[in-house]
Every structure is written in structure tokens, then in C-alpha cells.
């Protein structure tokens, strides 16, 4: 797999949503030792514990005061990755797409509603050059 500095070295990245990602990035880090390792505008903040890693993600508007989460999985070509999951039936909520930030991704739905984004790191981009602000790359 290819180093991408935009994303942690965690393969499995649990995404969890919070009204204020900010206040929530000060807590965890308070609370459980968290450490911010980067900031994305004033919606997502990258924690890393480790060797391992959450991401915190503002909460849709329509998601009202209730918990949503998701799993980033890196994996090392997510087009044949994605092949396999319609193969098997997962619901696609979003097709293979890369992004400025060095990632390829796609997201899927499992058969009990768990939301999935795959991701592939297709090159290694400074968090500086898409508009994210690193905090501690380690």
C-alpha cells in the first residue's frame, strides 16, 4: 500500500459523528488520551491513539441528536475491492472516486444498514495542499 500523510496508518479507522467536532477532539483527547493529527476545515478532525486511529466527522443536519458512525477500511486496489462487494450484493451509496487528498474510495451499505467507505491511498499528499491543517503527523 502506498503512504498517503492525508491518512492515518491505521487499516481499519472507525468514523464516528458529533454535533461539534472540535469540542468533542478536546474532550477524547482530555478524557482518553487522544491525540489530534489533523484538521479538516471545522467538520473533520483526524485522533490517533498508537497505532491506531478514529475519525471524528460533523454530524449531518438530518441526523438529529442521534449517534451515527461508519468504518474506513484501507485496502490496496479498492476497484476490484468494489468489484467483489457488488458481486455480493452490498448496496453501493457511493462509486470508486479519488479525491484531491491522495485517496480512492468508495462506500457501501452492508445488509444491517452499517455504512463502509473503502479507501486506497493512490498517492502522498501534504494535508497543506487539498486545504487540511496538520496537527501532529508523528
Do not use: K
Not at 477500511?73 to 476490484?80: F, H, K, M, N, W
Not at 485517496?103 to 463502509?116: C, F, L, M, N, V
Amino acid at each position: 500500500m502506498i503512504e498517503n500523510r492525508s491518512v492515518p496508518a491505521a487499516t481499519v479507522i472507525p468514523v464516528l459523528s458529533y454535533e461539534d467536532v472540535g469540542e468533542a477532539s478536546a474532550w477524547l483527547c482530555e478524557a482518553f488520551g487522544f491525540r489530534e493529527r489533523l484538521r479538516i476545515g471545522d467538520h473533520r478532525i483526524q485522533l490517533i491513539a498508537g497505532e491506531g486511529a478514529v475519525i471524528l466527522a460533523q454530524r449531518p443536519v438530518n441526523q438529529g441528536s442521534h449517534s451515527c458512525h461508519s468504518v474506513l477500511v484501507r485496502v490496496a486496489d479498492v476497484d476490484s475491492h468494489y468489484a467483489q462487494a457488488q458481486q455480493y450484493g452490498a448496496r453501493i451509496t457511493q462509486p470508486p472516486e479519488s479525491f484531491p487528498f491522495g485517496e480512492r474510495q468508495y462506500t457501501a451499505e452492508d445488509p444491517s444498514g452499517h455504512i463502509w467507505t473503502f479507501s486506497q491511498s493512490i498517492a502522498d499528499v501534504a494535508p497543506e495542499d487539498w486545504g487540511g491543517a496538520a496537527v501532529d503527523l508523528g
